[in-house]
């Protein structure tokens, strides 16, 4: 049964440390805001993102200390996962709501789609859609630099990661065609890129802040990455993105799922489980990937003239 609507007149939504959970998560407070809850949100990544999320009340994230007083006036707190960032998460309010088990379901939705059934099916929010609430700040141009493509060769855990040299191969195959790669990556990752792109003359520029990753991205025309919560935010973005999975079986699940986009399964043919993590990102050839890329603009042509995109998953 979904909640009574007291119990959602004032909603706490704690985000995870991670990016591509975090911008998922909004949906369920944009939703919420739209049915005409209060919503707060908790989180490090949003809150760097506050200006892209107007007329929401975000704050950073909550200390596990002091959550349980700061959450003690709202009817309805909500975490997306049973560990983070809050661990215990049940036991700090009496109508906490963990949504972990739309994370492990068997299902060929994306977690987007997931998260959109539970506002309409677990919080009786019948005319929720699939979108977090994101919006361009003013002055920014979507995809002005038509050209460049965003490469993102970084992930949450290194077995996510294709081979630094095929990223670079790709990027200079794309720019033998034509295009402006320019590589991205987190502050800690830096000192292992510098010297690899600035000897193949390949950009990698400093952007700062989430905020500024953002409007970077929003303003560029591709991507390509790992499996990432930059992915998700280019998609987020609507920003064409070819993202590089290492397996279908995640790929089906935590897809970047809002604006146009490929997905390429990096272990498409490898025989067992153990193998697939091992191998996929050997068995991924630069070639491979510039050919999905290739798709990914057919895609975008297709959608240009009003016709239905194709996700493949192969």
Avoid at 98 to 119: N, Q, W
Avoid at 192 to 197: A, K, N, S
Avoid at 270 to 298: H, M, N, Q, S
Wanted: net charge positive.
């Amino acid at each position: 049964m979904p909640p009574n609507k007291d119990s959602l007149a004032k909603v706490a939504l704690v985000t995870s440390p991670a990016i591509g959970d975090s911008l998922l998560s909004m949906t369920v407070a944009h939703n919420l805001r739209r049915s005409g809850s209060a919503v707060t949100v908790f989180g490090p990544h949003v809150h760097a993102l506050r200006r892209w999320f107007p007329g929401i009340d975000i704050q950073p994230g909550l200390s596990p200390d002091g959550a349980g007083l700061a959450l003690e006036a709202f009817g309805t707190v909500i975490q997306l996962h049973d560990h983070r960032p809050l661990p215990d998460f049940t036991g700090l309010h009496p109508r906490a709501m963990v949504l972990e088990d739309l994370c492990r379901m068997r299902s060929p939705k994306s977690m987007a789609t997931r998260l959109t059934e539970f506002c309409r099916n677990g919080l009786g929010l019948v005319d929720a859609e699939k979108h977090n609430g994101l919006q361009p700040p003013a002055g920014l141009a979507h995809r002005l630099h038509a050209s460049r493509v965003v490469i993102h060769p970084a992930a949450s855990t290194p077995d996510k990661c294709w081979l630094p040299a095929r990223f670079i191969a790709l990027a200079s195959r794309l720019r033998d065609e034509g295009f402006d790669p320019q590589f991205i990556v987190g502050p800690a990752e830096r000192p292992q890129w510098e010297p690899l792109l600035r000897a193949q003359g390949l950009g990698l520029p400093d952007l700062g802040g989430l905020d500024n990753v953002a409007a970077w991205v929003f303003e560029s025309g591709w991507f390509i990455g790992n499996d990432s919560g930059i992915g998700h935010l280019a998609s987020n973005l609507h920003v064409p993105t070819l993202s590089l999975f290492m397996r279908q079986g995640g790929a089906r699940t935590w897809r970047p799922d809002w604006g146009p986009g490929q997905v390429l399964i990096g272990s498409a043919g490898i025989p067992t489980g153990r193998l697939k993590e091992k191998l996929w990102k050997y068995v991924l050839t630069p070639g491979r990937v510039a050919r999905a890329f290739a798709r990914l603009r057919g895609q975008e042509t297709v959608q240009a003239a009003g016709l239905p995109g194709i996700t493949l998953l192969r």
